[in-house]
């Protein structure tokens, strides 16, 4: 069998996929090490809570360095104690050599000092120190964060002062969207992040974050290890390097001469350099590159609609649900109309603390990668940085009285709904603007329905609840109508995807903006249409058009 035969058959035996309909978050359930793969459940900087474990692993490391300089210490007490006892000894024959050695003690003794003593002094430095601590750490090593979560992190941070136009200064300094924190980025810090960038061909964006790098650096050779300080030549080559492909060759020029005057015979110098200046010289006066990267539309939506100014309509107003099921008579939910035309309701203290943390004890030991995935196409970009569990609506009391809760708020019937799915986000943690609806009833859909979508029907409404509180950032935005709901634990917003004949509300495209400072918790329940085909609510048709939204 081919080695591409093989891959094939082996990824197909080792992963498995929920592929229900939709823009669904897929789960790898199942980790592999295909043909050197690593589990796709191993990028940490996707959840944070799943990057606790990294903080036990970095103090186990911790106190494994400080056993092993105890025992260099050791060490060092042994040798140095002798130290003071052979000097004195052989400053007391020094003093007047023959003399000292006319006694047959001291003559003896120099002699068999030399012949057994030294030889188990050399010895014993060549001993190794820290055997057991070396060990322990090369049993460490498959734990520690990787290339791909290291990009995922810095995409993350880059996200994060992108979108919020957040001074990249500031940023770096803990001045966080107008809030100082006690902590700030390292010079590694900021040469990862540059790195990044420039991979990415935003040459422009990498020198906004490389020009921050010297100052730092020298600030860091007074209280940081030789052996972790970032390499001068490597900044002032990215920095050139970035310079030259947005045709800044004058600014490249002298970065360049500075970086060979430390690395003279560096053939990736040499030819950039020689690179360099033969285009100064065809082009004396070079016409720099336009700064605006090409940046993608969808990007912009996103950003728009996570900065946008949020309005609230004078005619929403806040009141007591008594109606939709009997039991609210005796238990009303308090609702808060958060707009009409898509309608949207946020539903306050739904979820009590106990029941959040028990939701949230649950899904955070079973976390997997999610993945935006369509009708029987899974997408692989990151179009939402987050890690989830499913969690089964009859699974336990718990979750029974959630989906009873549900229909309470809905009026909906639960029976052919997905199962919940709880999430929780990472570093600038997003999901950019989509629809949760597949419109299959639109005569546009051209794609091959599954048997389940075929029996379940699309997703005629979705509740979102929110899990925690999140310090800046996270909003849920509906970018075509500009609503923002800040996510507040125990909270939860619901509205209808689609319209009452059966097509998808496009004005329901939303989004969750980047989280800045918090950990985001949320759990969605998408509701089928094929139990509502009796309940399903019809409202007066909308002005201006021929269809209302269900």
Known sequence: MKNSQLRQYMASKNKQWITLPGYLLVLLFHSTLVLGQRPLERSHSLSLVTMVPLLELERKLIDNLDNYTNALEQKLQIIRSQITVMRAENEKGGRNAIFYLSNPLNAFSLIRRLHQDWIQWGKYMEQ????????????????????????????????????????ILDFINGNINGKQYNVSMSSADILSVADHLAIKSRPSAAVQWLQEVPQRLQEERLIIPRHLLIDEVEVLRLLAESHFKEKHYS?????????????????????????????????????????????????????????????????????YNFTTTPFLRLAPLKTEQIGLHPYVVLYHKVLSAREISMLIGKAAQNMKNTRVHRERKAKTSRGRTAKGYWLKKESNELTRSITRRIVDMTGFDLADSEDFQVINYGIGGHYFLHTDYFDFASSNYTGKRSRQSKVLGDRIATVLFYLSDVEQGGATVFGNVGYSVSPQAGTAIFWYNLDTDGKGDPLTRHASCPVIVGSKWVMTEWIRERRQIFIRPCLPPAKGGTSTKS
Not at 155 to 164: H, K, T
Not at 289 to 318: G, I, W, Y
Request: proline share 8%.
């Open 128 to 167: 190794p120190v820290g055997i057991s601590q070396i060990k322990a750490f090369d049993s460490w090593k498959d734990e520690l964060p990787t290339e791909l979560d290291l990009w995922d992190a810095c995409a993350g941070i880059e996200r994060i002062q992108s979108l919020y136009d957040l001074k």
């Open 251 to 319: 600014k490249a020029l002298p970065l360049l001469h500075n970086c060979l005057k430390l690395k003279p015979y560096d053939a990736r110098l040499l030819r950039l350099w020689k690179s360099t200046q033969d285009l100064i010289e065809r082009q004396p006066n070079p016409f720099p590159k336009d700064n605006k990267e090409q940046k993608v539309p969808m990007a912009n939506a996103f950003k728009l609609s996570c900065n946008a100014p949020h309005e609230s309509s004078t005619r929403l107003h806040c009141f």
